[in-house]
């Protein structure tokens, strides 16, 4: 929830949006860990750096990046391109063909991220977010091991 308030201005995932996709959605979360400089502390008390949520749904082969932030003190380092890495291993490991999702037309270092990564633009859907900003719809197509 701290990385999520830090991250999004509108549209934010709820308390309740994480606890559905950790416990009953049919999908994968993962969060990925700050470096402590003492590994002891880390076991201790894990601090997340990242987090993605993806879903997977009946019917599409394409499984769905719901959300997908990391701490603002922790951008820059190569974490979101890996931690984006491990959720496409992951839906091509549960059977999934594709990966999609909607990036804010103005979200520069997103777009960047997800056109490195291998996205292409497949559609856009105009007013999208609560303050009325477009959404490109982006699209991957993963091989079985993502
Ligand atoms: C978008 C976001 C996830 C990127 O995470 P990150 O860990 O900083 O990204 P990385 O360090 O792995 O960068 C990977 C690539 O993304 C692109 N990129 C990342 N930040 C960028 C920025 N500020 N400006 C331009 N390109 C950027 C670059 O192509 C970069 O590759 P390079 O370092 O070889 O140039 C992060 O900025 C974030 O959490 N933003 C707020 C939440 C958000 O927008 N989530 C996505 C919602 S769809």
Not at 10 to 18: A, G, I, L, P
Not at 81 to 89: A, D, F, K, P
């Amino acid at each position: 929830m701290a990385i999520e308030e830090r991250s999004f201005a509108t549209d934010r995932m709820t308390q309740r949006n994480f606890r559905y996709a950790i416990r009953q959605a049919k999908g994968v979360v993962l969060v990925a860990y700050r470096q402590a400089p003492d590994v002891q502390d880390a076991q201790d008390d894990p601090q997340p750096g990242a987090y993605g949520v993806v879903g997977f749904h009946a019917g599409t082969p394409f499984a769905r990046l719901t959300s997908f932030a990391v701490a603002p003190d922790q951008r820059g380092q190569g974490l979101g391109r890996r931690l984006l890495t491990v959720l496409e291993q992951a839906a091509a490991g549960h059977g999934c063909r594709g990966m999609r999702l909607e990036v804010r037309a103005d979200n520069a270092a997103a777009i960047a991220l997800y056109t490195a990564a291998g996205y292409r633009r497949f559609a856009e859907y105009p007013d999208y977010y609560e303050d009325g900003m477009a959404a490109l719809r982006l699209e991957k197509t993963l091989t079985r091991h993502g």
